[in-house]
């Protein structure tokens, strides 16, 4: 295998949720943590789209978060192209920062009501000193024309936009940088299926062209199915499997993966009946010992309650499961 | 086909603005029998949700109801005063909505809430009331309901409240359940819980499921029949399996293949260039013209009508010709 472009390493982030400081005392409580992400690695290869899917409270966008240097981790790292990201050295990042772009899930709340559409896309290239002002124009034009609008939108404010076309400007103001690695979370959850569908095209598209490098975040599974190479499935802040893609759909290595797909509608019609799961994600305040899932689990064992199972290799990737690659997969 | 208990009749909302009137729905027509499951699909600003708060006499003025007629069994329900309607909603019709907490009141417990309806709707003393209460909370799936019913909304996650809402929308034993995207705030794992908890209930007592979505594998896999609205009229309405096998509409054909699926894996979806007009912007003729692939002189001039093609599957499109045969 080629060198990874992106390696995150050991990475766990907490969020100090205690109350304040006079409310622990008079109600003798101690101070709580929430753990977001915890000890999370993988690697994505240059070209790829790795994709991590889970459900709310999974930890997804908070290591999208972390990635791109919004947030800092608690613990661990990430490299890109073999050089550290250190929040706290701005030349470094800054360096990094034009690499890499961000798309956000409500293309609503993440372009500014007050800008003309060509200063928003315009933006990245003004803050990183990428070309001189004369030629600013006609590059905007380009990246208008690159995601499907025209020339003359660059003029016009976003509310003049619809949800698809407005996602179609993030793309564009993400492109504006030139950058090899753009991370999406949720791009198309906003949107309707049949814009969804423009916006994945466009996304397959531009990868092709650019040779871009995806870090796709999602709770759809078809969406994330339909878009990646491979797949990191996490579940309270834990990877819980790693997989190829197209395997991870035939042959799920842990119970979870398992369940989460069992618990998709079927629209084929193929007479798959889903097969509802009990229970709900545990607080992650308090997660449940051992590994988080087991409350959940169907085949649980007496082991999982104690430790954390460590990710093992599979015959499709990695599988953090005691069972993973000894037992058959059982149909209950 | 037995009597309809749900009969909507060229129904037609609108709202007036300061620069025009806008229809929101426009000549929808459509039954529902008893203990059939409709579905109701359509992109954001289709008319469903529109549709479900029209039936129930909630739309929210100045919107109002044209033209056009809704029938509950043999009463029409369209022109009730607010209060007769009120003995409707919760007595004949229950609601589910998306969002939990906009069905529940934070500030009362669980059983106060359910007791009150059932007691508003049904002759019940306090404790009979509390004892059916206790019964539904339990069959929808509510560990421990008879400790649980005195628990705040807040002490519920979010998969449970929805829960406590079925409860509180079957509490009165109504003929027809409005589920407007009971689902769409909650987590895959838990939403196949829901919509089982649903439509088991449903059958159980009944009561017909007018169930609005945007998600087609939820209809596909719980619907009857299934209605598909485009810019608020009615686009094609037929059994789920050859509305999604083999639709009839060029925009149900479309919708269907932009939806990635896990079965089996296409390399690019199939896209529906542009957008669902604006309500201020419907084309003249079909409101699909601009982005429909086969568009025909026609379709710029004159609106299709909703035609049969197959026993109980029509669909508004003028390639559908008059003895039901099919474009390609």
Not at chain 2, 119 to 128: K, L, N, Q
Not at chain 2, 266 to 275: E, K, M
Request: aromatic share 4%.
């Amino acid at each position: 295998m080629a060198d990874p472009f992106l390696t995150v390493t050991h990475l766990t982030r907490r969020f100090d949720v205690s109350k304040p400081w006079l409310n622990r005392v008079l109600e003798r409580e101690e101070r709580q943590f929430l753990t977001a992400t915890a000890d999370v690695s993988f690697a994505i290869n240059k070209g790829e789209t790795f994709a991590l899917v889970g459900e709310s409270g999974s930890g997804k966008s908070t290591i999208a978060k972390m990635i791109v240097g919004l947030l800092a981790p608690t613990e661990g790292q990430i490299a890109i192209d073999g050089q550290k990201l250190d929040p706290k050295d701005p030349v470094s990042m800054r360096a990094l920062r034009r690499r890499m772009q961000m798309i956000f899930q409500d293309p609503f709340a993440s372009l500014n009501p007050r800008w003309r559409v060509g200063d928003i896309i315009a933006e990245p290239i003004h803050t990183l000193g990428l070309m001189p002002r004369a030629e600013i124009t006609v590059e905007v034009a380009r990246l208008l024309d690159l995601v499907g609008l025209s020339k003359a939108d660059a003029g016009k404010f976003p509310h003049e936009f619809s949800g698809g076309q407005r996602q179609r400007i993030a793309i564009a103001r993400a492109l504006a940088s030139r950058p090899d690695f753009i991370v999406c979370d949720e791009p198309t959850s906003a949107l309707d299926v049949s814009v969804q569908a423009q916006i994945l095209n466009l996304m397959r598209d531009l990868q092709d062209e650019f040779k871009l490098t995806y870090l796709l975040i999602s709770h759809d599974l078809s969406v994330v199915r339909h878009m990646s190479n491979r797949i990191g499935v996490l579940y309270l802040g834990r990877l819980v499997e790693v997989a190829d893609a197209k395997r991870l759909f035939h042959e799920p290595q842990h119970p979870y993966t398992r369940m989460l797909l069992d618990s998709v509608p079927d629209l084929a019609l193929s007479g798959r009946r889903r097969k509802p799961v009990s229970g709900e994600i545990p607080n992650p305040i308090s997660p449940p010992a051992g590994c988080a899932f087991h409350p959940r689990c169907p085949v649980a064992q007496d082991q999982c309650q104690i430790a954390v199972p460590a990710l093992r290799p599979t015959p499709t990737g990695e599988a953090a499961c005691l069972l993973a690659g000894v037992a058959p997969p059982t149909d209950a | 086909m037995t009597k309809p208990l749900l009969s909507v009749r060229d129904l037609v909302v609108e709202f007036p603005t300061r620069r025009g009137t806008l229809r929101a729905l426009d000549g929808v027509s459509f039954d529902i029998a008893p203990g059939e499951v409709l579905g109701m699909v359509g992109e954001s600003g289709a008319g469903k949700s529109i549709t479900g708060a029209a039936i129930i006499g909630l739309i929210e003025p100045p919107g109002r109801i044209a033209s056009g007629e809704v029938w509950l069994g043999d009463t029409r329900i369209d022109q009730l005063s607010p209060e007769a309607m009120r003995r409707v909603r919760g007595r004949r019709i229950g609601m589910v909505f998306q969002d939990p907490l906009t069905s529940l009141n934070p500030l009362y417990t669980i059983a106060r809430q359910l007791t009150e309806t059932i007691r508003t709707h049904m002759d019940a003393s306090e404790g009979e009331a509390r004892a059916r209460a206790i019964a539904l909370l339990d069959r929808v799936g509510i560990p421990a309901a008879a400790r649980r019913i005195d628990d705040y909304p807040h002490h519920f996650s979010g998969g449970m409240r929805q829960r406590v809402v079925i409860a509180l929308a079957l509490a009165a034993e109504p003929e027809l359940v409005i589920a407007d995207e009971p689902t769409t705030a909650l987590d895959v794992s838990v939403q196949a819980q829901i919509i089982d908890v649903l439509k088991e209930i449903c059958a159980e007592r009944g009561a017909s499921v007018m169930l609005i979505t945007h998600d087609m594998g939820v209809i596909a896999e719980t619907a009857d029949r299934v209605a598909v609205l485009y810019a608020g009229r009615m686009a094609e309405i037929g059994p789920v399996r050859d509305v999604i096998l083999q639709p009839r509409h060029p925009y149900t054909a479309g919708l269907m293949g932009s939806i990635p699926t896990l079965e089996h894996a296409a390399d690019r979806l199939v896209q529906i260039p542009g957008a669902m007009p604006r309500l201020d912007a419907i084309p003249a003729g079909c409101a699909f013209n601009p982005r429909c692939t086969q568009v025909m002189d026609r379709c710029l001039r004159d609106r299709p009508a909703l035609r049969p093609v197959a026993p109980h599957h029509a669909s508004a499109c003028w390639l559908v010709d008059d003895k039901g045969a099919h474009h390609g």
